[in-house]
């Protein structure tokens, strides 16, 4: 049975002012479909590089980067855009929440790109997200006057809008305090448990997460998987 996700020596240069830069060097690694893994390392370990990498955000300089058996690196444009939209979750640290929208309508935004809730469904689609990561009563409010919590929780329904296979959470708690990153940990807990398969990045040596196992980076490579 093959992986659900598979990167083959992936490798990442950059074009520095002065000199070429290796984020990524030879990467290469498998997961299974519902597993939740660990990524972590320190700052410019490659962590990111390597998000970028699984999301379609940026291509390698050479290897794969295969999502069930899909070659991802070879998408470009609105194949790309496609994929992600149908297939692809993300939770970023810093929320990225439309200020503008209030908190129903954020999680909303991401079904009006796709056709995978009929329209006449999203609505309802997203009051059940809301109520799923207890925040419903937050539905008519904007980001602005909801706190760091909140608004995390947000990002994660708005990252489940179109039932994603594939959940990538970068540093999703490290602008949170200790009681909110709990009730964090515990809802990806239980998104494990629902067979999601789940990559999440921290630099965080112990977390309350139920992993399956930890990939830990150091300078572009992997020292432990």
């Known amino acids: 049975m093959s992986a659900f996700i598979e990167v083959k020596n992936l490798t990442k240069v950059f074009n520095g002012s002065d000199k070429l830069f ?52 070879k998408f470009k444009g609105n194949q790309l855009a496609s994929w992600r939209g149908s297939n692809l979750g993300i939770i970023f640290q810093f929320f990225q929440l439309m200020p503008t929208l209030t908190v129903l309508e954020n999680v909303m935004l991401p079904m009006e790109f796709t056709n995978i809730i009929a329209r006449n469904k999203q609505k309802q689609r997203a009051q059940e997200l809301l109520e799923r990561v207890d925040i419903a009563a937050l539905a008519n409010k904007f980001p602005a006057s909801v706190s760091g919590g ?47 398969t789940i990559v999440y990045v921290t630099h965080e040596k112990e977390t309350a997460l139920r992993f399956t196992r930890k990939i830990e980076m150091v300078d572009g490579k992997i020292v432990n998987k």
Not at 43 to 66: A, F, Q, R
Not at 159 to 172: R, T, W
């Open 22 to 73: 290796t984020a990524l060097n030879g990467v290469s690694f498998s997961i299974e479909k519902g597993e939740l893994v660990i990524v972590s390392g320190k700052s410019g370990s490659g962590k990111s590089t390597l998000l970028n990498m699984l999301s379609g955000i940026d291509h390698p300089t050479d290897g794969e980067v295969l999502i069930d058996k899909v070659p991802i690196h």
């Open 150 to 196: 909140e608004k995390q929780r947000v990002a994660i329904a708005r990252a489940l809008a179109n039932n994603p296979n594939f959940i990538i959470a970068d540093e999703p708690t490290g602008n949170l305090n200790s009681i909110n990153t709990s009730s964090i940990h515990q809802l990806f807990n239980s998104l494990a448990n629902e067979g999601k």
